[in-house]
């Protein structure tokens, strides 16, 4: 049950995001939120959420602009699939290893596949012989206000 997620709602019933079911209690605890639909059963004093709403509106415009940190997730958003073999991106490569001071960079990392990956293991993809298919860089989102 610690392992289960809660969503919470805004003020105004929009989905914001789901939490763990120890920071949803703890929204409880502070009575940031209410508890808008049950699961069952009870957490000490209050019954499991399911669903929780936040009392006060929370602004979020936050929540539509793209963030342009580079992480293994976005990584793989970017390129959508091997940049060596164009299947299913399944992990990330570190272009220069990191073993060899490479580091997760935009244009240092690139969606691959496992089989890719692995084939390609401690070296660069020219030692490797294989062939990039994509051009790693950042990239440009537009930004919604």
């Not at 929009?14 to 699961?39: D, F, G, N, T």
């Not at 936040?54 to 293994?72: A, N, Q």
């Not at 997730?73 to 164009?86: E, F, L, N, T, V």
Request: glycine share 6%; aromatic share 6%; with cysteine.
């Amino acid at each position: 049950m610690t392992d289960a997620y809660v969503l919470v709602l805004n003020a105004s019933y929009e989905p914001l995001q789901r939490v763990s079911m120890r920071h949803a209690i703890k929204m409880l605890v502070r009575e940031v939120a209410v508890i808008e639909e049950e699961a069952g059963g009870s957490f000490g004093p209050f019954p499991v959420p399911k669903v929780l709403r936040l009392v006060r509106y929370v602004v979020t415009r936050w929540m539509h602009r793209r963030s342009t940190l580079c992480t293994k997730s976005a990584i793989k958003a970017r390129d959508q699939m091997c940049a060596y073999c164009g299947g299913k991106a399944e992990t990330v490569d570190h272009i220069v290893p990191r073993s060899r001071g490479g580091t997760l960079t935009w244009e240092n990392a690139v969606a691959a596949c496992i089989r890719c990956n692995h084939r390609k293991a401690n070296r660069t993809p020219t030692e490797a012989g294989m062939t990039l298919l994509v051009v790693p860089a950042q990239p440009r989102y537009v930004v919604r206000d």
